[in-house]
């Protein structure tokens, strides 16, 4: 009797060890294991108990949540999670996943599935067609298709994203999804919205990347609408949003609008407007009736003068991004709490005297900024030529000139001499003037580049010459796109590799700028194939 006594009680406090049974502690190590747990950002200490493991919610002794999203998971679908039966959400969302998604029945509890910002492929359909509980379903942006569109059954949808999964037209189904709140079509080619105009519920959508040049009429349905993302289009025509009272969060970006829209006057609500990296030179008194604005980005455009007074007399506006536009002259002392003008035309001057008068702005962003005009200086084979950039070390600027636009020449004097020209001179150069003062009221500390020199040869050259060839990538490294100067190559294509040789991007070799703003910060190489052969370069993305 004593021995099954004893056998009774160590039995209970084998059980009573770890917050979960054994089988479920023993199908999260799996899934650690099968996706290298060890590199994880947030990685298990195997020894504590699944209590504390990051991302594993437990309740009443079960695992019933487990979020993952954004931990550098690798490798295919951890097919452990498939015992988790009692699961209620999964998030494996932005890591490095790949390879088809199993079928995922088992899982029947689900209420919320995020597979989105991987590498899967496949048919994406088969792996969640059963989970008609899903109340928050999210599997765009991967590699794979959808084989079928009939949402019909997921009836307590209210979140749905399907970006980038080749749609060329909007699921018909998706009509009846009444409590649907928020849709993520990004990155298709639709260009019929026609199956969406009954949404009226809707309070967000993103149609991003669907190469749209209008705004779609069916939006103005949407009278609940809150979130509007329209951006990487090629907008060029903007319909009145009249009924769209309840707006608050808006995104142009990277469309082709020359003007900023008229139509924005009714959007009383809004709160952040996103203009930037369009072609728009002004029009900005548009904006000064937007008297809840509080974040403005007009970055990337082609204003030029003096920063417009009409932005500056929003009441509200705390965030405002003026980067690489044309801007120049005075800093008006009513700037935002948070306010980016690098990449102008502003002046030492300009920007002491500023910094004289608020040298407590810790969120104002001013450098580097730019100056000169590009040019093209012709010089022949032997002879001397001289480069030149219009700033003086007399007013305590310090020069370093750069070749191939990122290339350190170790020249440091105010002009840049050659006197005997020689082949591999022929590139483009770009001047680094750094100043820096540390005062008692403020510091400065602020670079500006001279707009590039382009030194050719003045002899006659013809296009098949390959000393008269010029291929360079700039800026390098680079928070976002980089620019191509071509001269006389025959480019094919350019191809995106990770370090891994895994191809993430091909871009036409019409191409003059490449969009690198959605990867990660890491260092990638860009092969560029021509009809002569390729050519890699090592690219850095901060």
């Not at 049974?21 to 108990?49: C, F, M, V």
């Not at 050259?461 to 490294?477: A, C, Q, R, S």
Request: aromatic share 8%; charged share 15%.
């Amino acid at each position: 009797m004593k021995k099954i006594i004893i056998f009774l009680l160590f039995s209970v406090i084998i059980k009573a060890q770890w917050s979960i049974s054994t089988s479920e502690r023993n199908a999260l190590i799996t899934i650690y294991q099968q996706s290298n747990g060890p590199q994880w950002s947030q990685h298990w200490d195997l020894e504590k108990d699944p209590y504390y493991w990051h991302g594993v919610k437990i309740s009443n002794g079960i695992v019933t949540e487990l979020k993952l999203n954004g931990n550098l998971l690798e490798g295919n679908f951890p097919s452990a999670i498939l015992s988790l039966t009692n699961l209620k959400k999964l998030d494996l969302s932005s890591n490095k996943l790949s390879g088809n998604i199993p079928n995922l029945s088992s899982l029947n509890s689900l209420t919320y599935l995020n597979i989105s910002d991987n590498h899967f492929t496949g048919d994406i359909w088969n792996s969640f067609s059963s989970l008609t509980n899903l109340e928050e379903l999210y599997v765009g942006n991967n590699n794979g298709t959808i084989s079928n569109t009939d949402f019909s059954g997921f009836t307590n949808l209210k979140h749905l994203d399907i970006s980038k999964l080749n749609l060329t037209e909007i699921p018909s189904s998706l009509a009846t999804l009444q409590k649907l709140s928020s849709l993520n079509l990004s990155n298709n080619t639709i260009a019929n919205f026609t199956n969406i105009a009954s949404l009226a519920q809707l309070q967000e959508i993103n149609l991003s990347g669907n190469s749209i040049t209008k705004v779609p009429d069916e939006i103005n349905n949407f009278i609940n609408l809150k979130t509007l993302d329209l951006s990487n289009n090629k907008i060029t025509q903007f319909s009145a949003l009249n009924s769209l009272h309840n707006i608050e969060w808006l995104s142009l970006e990277n469309n082709n609008l020359i003007s900023i829209p008229a139509e924005i006057i009714t959007l009383e609500k809004l709160t952040h407007l996103n203009l930037s990296r369009n072609n728009i030179s002004g029009g900005t008194g548009t904006l000064s009736s937007l008297i809840n604005l509080e974040q403005l980005w007009l970055n990337h455009n082609k204003l030029k003068g003096n920063i417009p007074a009409n932005i500056l007399s929003m009441p509200k506006l705390m965030c405002l991004s003026l980067q690489s536009n044309e801007l120049e002259g005075n800093i008006p002392n009513n700037l935002p709490e948070i306010c980016n003008i690098s990449n102008n035309r502003f002046s030492k001057n300009n920007l002491e005297n500023y910094l004289q008068l608020y040298p407590e702005n810790t969120d104002f962003i001013y450098s580097p900024q730019r100056y000169d005009e590009a040019k093209t200086v012709k010089a022949a084979l032997n002879s001397s030529t001289s480069l030149d950039q219009a700033l003086s070390s007399s007013d305590g600027f310090q020069f370093s000139w750069l070749k191939t636009l990122d290339k350190n020449t170790s020249v440091n004097s105010e002009n840049f001499t050659i006197n005997s020209v020689k082949e591999t001179d022929y590139d483009i150069y770009t001047c680094e003037a750094l100043f820096i003062k540390n005062d008692t009221l403020y510091n400065i500390y602020f670079t500006n580049y001279r707009e590039p020199i382009t030194l050719e040869n003045t002899e006659t050259l013809g296009t098949d010459n390959p000393e008269n060839k010029i291929l360079v990538i700039y800026p390098n490294p680079t928070k976002d796109y980089i620019n191509i100067k071509n001269n006389n190559y025959r480019i094919e294509t350019f191809n995106l590799y990770d370090l891994g040789g895994r191809i993430l991007k091909t871009f036409s070799g019409k191409e003059t700028k490449l969009d690198l703003s959605n990867l990660p910060s890491s260092t990638y190489i860009l092969n560029i194939k021509t009809t002569e052969g390729h050519q890699n370069f090592k690219i850095i993305k901060k």
